[in-house]
C-alpha cells in the first residue's frame, strides 16, 4: 500500500466528519484557508518480515484549522472529539483494516488542533509464477 492511499482515506475520513471544510495540501505553506484540514502521513520505518513480506510504519498528524480565532477552544474540542471517535479502533485504507499502534492524542496550541498517531501494516510479497500441479520428490509423484 502507498503512503498516498493512507492520506486517502484519511482524507476521506475527515470530510465525512465536516463536510464542506476543505483538505490544505501539506506542503502549501500560507495562506491557511480557515476552518480547514492538513493531512501528513509521514513514513517512519519498513523493513522484511518473514516469508517475503515486509513491514511498513507511517507517523500521522492531522491538524485542524478552525474558523473562530478569536476563540476556537470550543471549535477545536468538537473537532478533537470527533476525530478521536473516528479513529477508535482503526480506519480503513486500500481495503485494509488498520488499527492504531498506540491511542491518538490531541492538542491544541497557537489555536490549531493537532492529532498525531502511528499506524503499522505488513505487505506480503506477490507470488510470481504458476502453482506447481505436481512435485517429484526422490522419484516419486506427490500431489496434495
Keep these: 500500500m502507498q503512503i498516498k492511499t493512507v492520506r486517502k482515506a484519511l482524507a476521506a475520513l475527515v470530510s465525512n466528519l465536516a463536510p464542506g471544510v476543505q483538505i490544505t495540501k501539506t506542503d502549501k505553506e500560507k495562506p491557511i484557508k480557515r ?61 485494509i483494516w488498520l488499527p492504531l499502534d498506540e491511542d491518538a492524542s490531541c492538542d491544541t496550541s497557537q489555536d490549531v488542533l493537532a492529532c498525531q498517531f502511528s499506524v503499522s501494516w505488513v505487505e506480503t510479497a506477490a507470488e510470481e509464477g504458476e502453482p506447481m500441479e505436481e512435485l517429484i520428490y526422490n522419484g516419486e509423484e506427490l500431489t496434495t
Excluded: M, N
Design 35 to 95: 476552518p480547514s484540514f492538513k493531512i501528513d502521513v509521514l513514513p517512519v520505518g519498513g523493513g522484511a518480515a518473514c516469508g517475503g513480506a515486509r513491514e511498513r510504519e507511517v507517523d500521522v498528524d492531522i491538524w485542524y484549522y478552525p474558523k473562530d480565532t478569536d476563540h476556537p477552544r470550543d471549535e477545536c474540542d468538537a473537532v478533537a472529539d470527533q476525530l478521536l471517535a473516528a479513529l477508535d479502533g482503526g480506519f480503513e485504507a486500500g481495503g
